[in-house]
């Protein structure tokens, strides 16, 4: 049974940082597409960064780039979110999403979600 467990989220002022990680059991990162999304009150879920596991490649929504880096440790089978610079609007809830193939980049499993809260 496929498990992702994401942590690291919390409160903190504008400005600071906070590591968001994404841990996986009964699945694989390797040769996978992976992202993070993320869900304010009253708003859609959207995504905020992509990554294609195999080449290292990474998207970004427009309003992270330079202060968000998406990562991974395939050898621990972990995703990270690395945000910096951190602004009130990043509040909300984070998830990280993973394809049930490697052939297809599509979000098909999902964590609990873990709550970042930025004050001014």
């Known amino acids: 049974q496929v498990q992702l467990v994401e942590s690291g989220g919390g409160s903190a002022q504008a400005g600071g940082s906070l590591r968001l990680s994404c841990a996986a059991s009964g699945y694989t990162y390797r040769g996978r597409c992976m992202a993070w999304f993320r869900q304010a009150p009253g708003k859609e879920r959207e995504e905020v960064a992509r990554i294609y596991t195999s080449s290292d490649r990474t998207n970004y929504k427009d309003s992270v780039k330079g202060r968000f880096t998406i990562s991974q440790d395939i050898n621990k089978n972990t995703l990270y979110l690395q945000m910096n610079s951190l602004k009130p609007e990043d509040t909300a809830v984070y998830y990280c999403?993973?394809?049930?193939?490697?052939?297809?980049?599509?979000?098909?499993?999902w964590g609990q979600g873990t709550q970042v809260t930025v004050s001014s």
């Open positions: 999403a993973a394809p049930a193939s490697s052939v297809y980049c599509q979000d098909d499993y």
